[in-house]
């Protein structure tokens, strides 16, 4: 069974900084391919970071460029999305991914597993 275990999320003023964390099955994690998206009521989810978790290649979103950096533990299965200078048009409910099967590949279609979803509000 794939679970992805999420936490971190929370309520911070703009400016701030927050850490999600994200573990996967050994299994899933092996898949070398995990990521985070989020979602605002009414829009379409969108891509926020992906890494392969074997230590290639991180991909950001334009809007969180230089403010967001994921990270990988190998040892705990575990990504994280650490989030500095947060902007309250980072509220949304983000979810952690992961590749549905293992590959050479880290796309935006890769992810088939999903998180239930942990919720970030930003105010200003």
């Known amino acids: 069974q794939v679970q992805l275990e999420e936490s971190g999320g929370g309520s911070v003023q703009a400016g701030g900084s927050l850490r999600l964390s994200c573990t996967a099955s050994r299994q899933t994690y092996s898949h070398n391919c995990m990521g985070w998206f989020r979602q605002v009521p009414g829009k379409e989810r969108e891509a926020v970071a992906r890494?392969?978790?074997?230590?290639?290649?991180?991909y950001y979103a334009d809007s969180v460029k230089g403010r967001f950096t994921i990270s990988p533990d190998n040892a705990k299965n575990t990504i994280y999305l650490q989030m500095d200078n947060l902007k309250p048009e980072d509220t949304a409910i983000y979810y952690c991914?992961?590749?549905?099967?293992?590959?050479?590949?880290?796309?935006?279609?890769?992810?088939?597993?999903w998180g239930q979803g942990i919720q970030v509000t930003v105010s200003s």
């Open positions: 890494i392969y978790t074997d230590g290639g290649p991180t």
């Open positions: 991914a992961a590749a549905e099967y293992g590959g050479s590949w880290c796309t935006l279609t890769s992810f088939g597993h």
